[in-house]
């Protein structure tokens, strides 16, 4: 036998805070930090849960029927992207292997779909993303960083960036609109069970 290893947990204390980034080391400011983190994760989560069942709920009630072309479009547009991630992530791809477009059919559907109702009720419902809206979500977001400000400019910086928040804030608004109108039950939901989601 070469070595014995096993796991060594860190003190919680002064130091330990200052390697996670509160430089005084302060234990309360940590702690807060902490707390502040897991409520932030928490409230996107159930955002992120409530987008999903109000895009479900728009799916249901339209009786819309995607144009193939523009189906079969955003299926091969799955697959590629799917192909990049996996090459991204490491992976190789052998030359020439195709993942069958037929695999993201149902995806690329239910996406077309969305998109056309999505376009027809901002239309219907000025539900355009609002300037101070696009800024509030560049905030919340450069907020989980130790550097927001550098954040905020890395948005800014990029039209393509600053057009991602813009498509969420839509969605958002889509959201609070489709909520509005709907009969809403709240339910509540452990900590845990909405982290594992």
């Given at each position: 036998?070469?070595?014995?290893?096993?796991?060594?947990?860190?003190?919680i204390d002064a130091d330990f805070a200052?390697?996670?980034?509160?430089?005084?080391?302060?234990?309360?400011?940590?702690?807060?930090?902490?707390?502040?983190?897991?409520?932030?994760?928490?409230?996107?989560?159930?955002?992120?849960?409530?987008?999903?069942?109000?895009?479900?709920?728009?799916?249901?009630?339209?009786?819309?029927?995607?144009?193939?072309?523009?189906?079969?479009?955003?299926?091969?547009?799955?697959?590629?992207?799917?192909?990049?991630?996996?090459?991204g992530r490491g992976m190789k791809i052998?030359?020439?292997?195709?993942?069958?477009a037929d695999m993201f059919l149902e995806?690329?559907?239910?996406?077309?779909?969305?998109?056309?109702?999505?376009?027809?009720?901002?239309?219907?419902?000025?539900?355009?993303?609002?300037?101070?809206?696009?800024?509030?979500?560049?905030?919340?977001?450069?907020?989980?960083?130790?550097?927001?400000?550098?954040?905020?400019?890395?948005?800014?910086?990029?039209?393509?960036?600053?057009?991602?928040?813009?498509?969420?804030?839509?969605?958002?608004?889509?959201?609070?609109?489709?909520?509005?109108?709907?009969?809403?039950?709240?339910?509540?939901?452990?900590?845990?069970?909405?982290?594992?989601?």
């Amino acid at each position: 036998m070469h070595a014995v290893e096993a796991p060594h947990l860190p003190e919680i204390d002064a130091d330990f805070a200052r390697e996670m980034g509160v430089a005084d080391g302060d234990m309360e400011k940590f702690r807060q930090e902490i707390r502040d983190n897991v409520a932030r994760e928490a409230q996107r989560r159930v955002k992120v849960r409530n987008k999903d069942a109000a895009m479900d709920l728009l799916l249901k009630v339209s009786q819309l029927a995607a144009p193939q072309v523009l189906v079969q479009g955003e299926a091969q547009r799955l697959m590629e992207q799917t192909v990049r991630d996996m090459e991204g992530r490491g992976m190789k791809i052998p030359q020439g292997l195709q993942l069958p477009a037929d695999m993201f059919l149902e995806r690329a559907e239910k996406r077309i779909k969305l998109g056309l109702i999505l376009a027809e009720l901002v239309k219907q419902h000025d539900l355009h993303p609002k300037v101070e809206q696009v800024e509030a979500l560049v905030n919340e977001y450069a907020q989980s960083f130790e550097r927001p400000e550098e954040v905020r400019q890395w948005y800014r910086a990029d039209r393509s960036r600053l057009q991602e928040i813009e498509n969420l804030v839509l969605e958002d608004n889509v959201v609070a609109w489709v909520m509005a109108g709907a009969k809403v039950t709240e339910q509540t939901v452990k900590l845990n069970e909405l982290m594992e989601s």
